[in-house]
């Protein structure tokens, strides 16, 4: 068990054994002893944390320097007020954690399938909407869809929630993963009928969005009203969203 967290402290490792190895330079700016400096102002992580790879995933999947989140040459130091966001993000980040059954241990220890990087990317702030609308065969035929119906199976959604047609709700959904209507209902059925397991794990994902949207001001209960977090932001026209915990590393090059 457990081999893919292992698996993620091992490879940095073997990188920065072959960085010093080709730059003995860089030893001189290493600490004396090897010891990494004690942490004085760790109110989330634990003092065992990997801190300089904990901070670099943070650095990347924002597209920001330290200096962000920290004043220049204080790391312990609270002035910045975006450290104190940061903060939020943690415990934000642990609460998205319960949702999953695959995760282990509290962030940033063990595996997670919702990091920074899922919704950040690279960015300050996270994307809500898919840059390319999905149009099916029969879209791109321009057949008509449905006549939109109230709804009637609906255990979540408002009632007058949009459901057919690229720019319903649906439409969004199939945006956010790249997969078709029937990826979450078919069995020959009506999409009223609940065959389908993906069915309940997307009903699933529309709690997340709602708790996630919870913590920020001026959100609206999905799908009604601004929302700060989409399926589309986790997503990004992928079923299994990214983490840090499932990237994928190189072996350690060969001497
Ligand atoms: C997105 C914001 C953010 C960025 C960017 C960031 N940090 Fe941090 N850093 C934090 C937060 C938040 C804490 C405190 C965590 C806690 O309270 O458990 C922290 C704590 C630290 C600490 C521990 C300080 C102490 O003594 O308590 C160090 C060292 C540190 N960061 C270094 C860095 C370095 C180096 C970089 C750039 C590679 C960096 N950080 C980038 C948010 C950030
Ligand atoms: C579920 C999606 C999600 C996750 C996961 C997430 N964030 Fe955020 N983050 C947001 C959203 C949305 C905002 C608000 C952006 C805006 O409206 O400006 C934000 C804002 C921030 C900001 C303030 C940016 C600014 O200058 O306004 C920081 C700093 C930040 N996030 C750090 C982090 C860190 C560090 C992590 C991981 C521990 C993280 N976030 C995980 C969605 C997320
Ligand atoms: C990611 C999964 C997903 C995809 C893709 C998806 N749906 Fe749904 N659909 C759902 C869920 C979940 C519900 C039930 C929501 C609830 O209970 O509030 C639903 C409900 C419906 C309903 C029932 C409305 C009623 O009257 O009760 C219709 C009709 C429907 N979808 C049509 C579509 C169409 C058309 C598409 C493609 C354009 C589509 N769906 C794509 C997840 C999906
Ligand atoms: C905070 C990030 C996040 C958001 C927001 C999010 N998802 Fe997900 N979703 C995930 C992750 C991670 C997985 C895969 C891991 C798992 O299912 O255990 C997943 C899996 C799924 C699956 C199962 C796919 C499969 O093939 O097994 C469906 C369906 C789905 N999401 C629909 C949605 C819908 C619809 C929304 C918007 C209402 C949404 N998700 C919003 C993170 C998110």
Do not use: W
């Not at 119906?149 to 979540?156: A, I, M, Q």
């Amino acid at each position: 068990m457990n081999l893919t967290s292992r698996g993620c402290k091992i490879a940095p490792m073997h990188r920065l054994i072959v960085l010093l190895l080709v730059s003995p330079s860089l030893f001189a700016q290493q600490p004396a002893g090897g010891t990494r400096p004690a942490t004085k102002n760790l109110k989330l992580l634990a003092p065992s944390a990997d801190i300089p790879f904990v901070m670099q995933s943070f650095t990347e999947a924002l597209g920001v320097q330290c200096t962000y989140c920290h004043v220049q040459g204080d790391f312990a130091a609270d002035t910045n007020p975006k450290k104190e966001v940061a903060r939020k993000m943690i415990a934000m980040v642990r609460l998205i954690d319960s949702s999953f059954p695959s995760s282990t241990g509290a962030f940033p220890e063990g595996y997670h399938e919702v990091d920074c990087s899922t919704c950040h990317r690279g960015n300050i702030k996270p994307e809500t909407k898919a840059p390319r609308k999905y149009y099916n065969r029969a879209n791109s035929m321009g057949v008509p869809p449905p006549a939109q119906v109230p709804g009637s199976s609906l255990k979540l959604l408002p009632a007058d929630t949009r459901v057919h047609g690229a720019d319903s709700l649906m439409g969004e959904f199939r945006d956010a993963l790249n997969v078709d209507c029937a990826y979450c209902h078919g069995g020959g059925k009506t999409q009223e009928v609940d065959i389908n397991p993906r069915k309940d794990i997307a009903r699933k994902m529309i709690m997340l969005v709602r708790q996630i949207n919870a913590q920020f001001p001026g959100t609206g209960v999905y799908p009604v009203g601004n929302q700060a977090v989409t399926c589309y932001t986790c997503h990004r026209g992928d079923t299994h969203p990214a983490s840090v915990s499932n990237r994928r590393y190189d072996l350690p090059a060969k001497q």
